[in-house]
């Protein structure tokens, strides 16, 4: 923080994050800042700032987000010792654990905002929700990895991931579904609410995918008695932008690719000392047939729902449906 022309106080408060490292810092004049210090390796210069410039371009479109502050000449990353870190104005509110309905117009119309500037322009850095670099990468990182011993286990999970990728792929060239600009990891833990209203947080895992990605992850899905909640919500968000019904068949196999995509993320942390301590069950046989249950209840019901297919190519055994909320993907759903 001296670095780039402050004084700090002392005060130095460490907030809740692991994939980054992010402080409550005090200065001088008893202003504080969140500073963001960027793992290194994860993301490059030029993909942090194409995260930046997004914000700015929400910022610019006076939709309440949280951009990072420019010190000079419009320069918003800042490298000490090759640590790369931004700073941001600090906001107080409180992570909701649940949307009232009366909350859920303005927020479909929040989203929809931000999905409008998000279509405006094509990302050149950051990566693409897909199967070739987002999802199957994943998958090797674990079976490369090792982290499957039992190889049996390993097949029958690598057997239905692969269906929930298919499943995605199909959907996406069937109906033709657009990629465009997202938030990417748009949960209620990234939902700030304030006397100003809401505002949505942290846009670290940015990226170009189907604007599904979004919805699954802040809505309540698979239930007939959010059907209302939902339909509140979209009135609100084709406002301002575009949504087709048969978009919506991407959530479960999106909800697969989560599951593994999550797994490859521990997995690729590992060696960091705070994963061990927060993931203590992590990697046990236990987990990953857990892991390969879910998936294949999820590729049973795919099949069940889905006419892209036919019945042959499905060897899985049939499973009872089960509605899965959104806290069985989030460690800190709690906040």
Wanted: net charge negative; proline share 5%.
């Amino acid at each position: 923080m001296e670095s780039i022309g402050f004084e700090p106080t002392g005060r130095c408060v460490p907030l809740n994050s692991v994939e980054n490292r992010v402080y409550d810092i005090e200065v001088e004049d008893k202003t504080r800042y969140v500073t963001k210090f960027y793992r290194p390796g994860r993301w490059s210069k030029e993909q942090i700032q194409e995260e930046h410039d997004f914000l700015f371009e929400l910022r610019d479109a006076e939709i309440p987000v949280l951009a990072p502050i420019q010190l000079e000449k419009g320069k918003s990353i800042y490298d000490f010792e090759n640590l790369m870190f931004a700073i941001w104005p600090l906001r107080t509110g409180r992570i909701i654990e649940e949307i009232a309905e009366s909350d859920l117009q303005q927020l479909g119309r929040l989203l929809g905002r931000i999905h409008s500037v998000g279509k405006a322009k094509q990302t050149k850095y950051r990566p693409r929700l897909d199967i070739q670099n987002h999802a199957q990468k994943a998958l090797s990182l674990i079976e490369d990895g090792g982290w499957i011993a039992n190889q049996n286990l390993l097949k029958r999970y690598k057997d239905a991931a692969l269906i929930t990728f298919t499943t995605y792929e199909n959907l996406i060239n069937t109906y033709a579904i657009p990629m465009q600009r997202i938030h990417g990891d748009c949960h209620k833990g990234n939902l700030l609410h304030s006397k100003d209203g809401f505002s949505f947080l942290d846009f670290d895992d940015f990226l170009e995918g189907p604007v599904v990605q979004d919805f699954w992850m802040l809505l309540p899905f698979g239930g007939s008695k959010e059907q209302y909640e939902r339909e509140l919500f979209f009135e609100g968000y084709q406002e301002f932008a575009e949504l087709s019904d048969n978009w919506l068949k991407l959530i479960e196999p999106l909800r697969g690719i989560r599951y593994i995509h999550y797994a490859a993320w521990i997995a690729k942390r590992w060696t960091d000392p705070s994963f061990p301590n927060l993931f203590p069950h992590f990697g046990t046989e236990e987990y990953w047939l857990n892991e390969t249950l879910d998936l294949e209840k999820m590729g049973t019901a795919l099949q069940e729902s889905s006419d892209l297919y036919p019945e042959e190519n499905f060897d899985q055994k049939k499973a009872p449906k089960e509605e899965l909320s959104n806290k069985d993907f989030f460690w800190d759903w709690e906040g």
